[in-house]
């Protein structure tokens, strides 16, 4: 007579198994942070990739120049692994002072590689969702949003650019679950959009 086998699932697997971790990947510019901070508006905890490097970069006394930022992303790949930021990422995940609840639904601004995307699935469901626009869209945003590490002139921008695709940021964007073309859409229709492919995510996750 076969006995049945009584699987108990850990805390750690019921918690992988109902949270839902939506990376957002695309090219610089293209509205990835439009978004994420606005599902941090709907409750979603949100983590860029972007802010946890020039976390790092603090730590280790480097103006947030793009110039250092790139050269320390590049550094942190080449010493630990092509899915060195997600690492990182982890580490805050799993911070004590972060509730339950936020851990439900996290996004994840700015993926760059598919080897970040295979580690984050170690701790929850994830979806991929890449934002598309056109270079000139892209290259006016940034010189409008004028951070620290932004382009101020095309030349600074197509080495940026062309960083982004040197670390493999193609492939994410290639194998994204859901793509999102933000060429003609204003920007309250971009969260929009975005929230409805997010909303649906949500509920498959929890069925």
């Known amino acids: 007579m076969v006995k049945a086998i009584k699987i108990i699932m850990t805390k750690s697997e019921a918690n992988k198994r109902h949270r839902l971790i939506v990376c957002i990947t695309g090219m610089p510019g293209a509205g990835k942070s439009t978004i994420a901070e606005s599902l941090r508006e709907k409750g979603f905890y949100t983590i860029a990739m972007g802010d946890v490097i020039r976390e790092e970069a603090r730590q280790r006394n480097l103006d947030p120049t793009d ?49 970040e995307v ?32 932004d382009p101020s002139a095309m030349e600074e921008f197509t080495t ?24 003609d859409l204003t920007v309250d229709q971009l969260k929009e959009k975005a929230f409805e492919i997010i909303r649906k995510w949500t509920r498959s996750n929890y069925k």
């Open 160 to 183: 940026r650019d062309q960083r982004e695709l040197t670390v493999g940021i193609s492939e994410p964007i290639a194998l994204a679950d859901e793509t999102l073309s933000n060429n």
């Open 67 to 115: 110039i250092n930022l790139g050269k320390l992303m590049l550094k942190l790949r080449n010493d630990l692994g092509p899915g060195a930021i997600a690492h990182l990422i982890l580490r805050k995940i799993n911070r004590e002072d972060i509730s339950t609840a936020e851990k439900d639904n996290i996004v994840i601004d700015g993926i760059r590689g598919i080897a």
């Open 118 to 149: 295979e580690i984050l699935k170690r701790v929850g469901c994830v979806k991929l969702l890449a934002i598309h626009a056109s270079t000139n869209k892209r290259f006016t945003y940034l010189k409008q949003r004028a951070r620290s590490d």
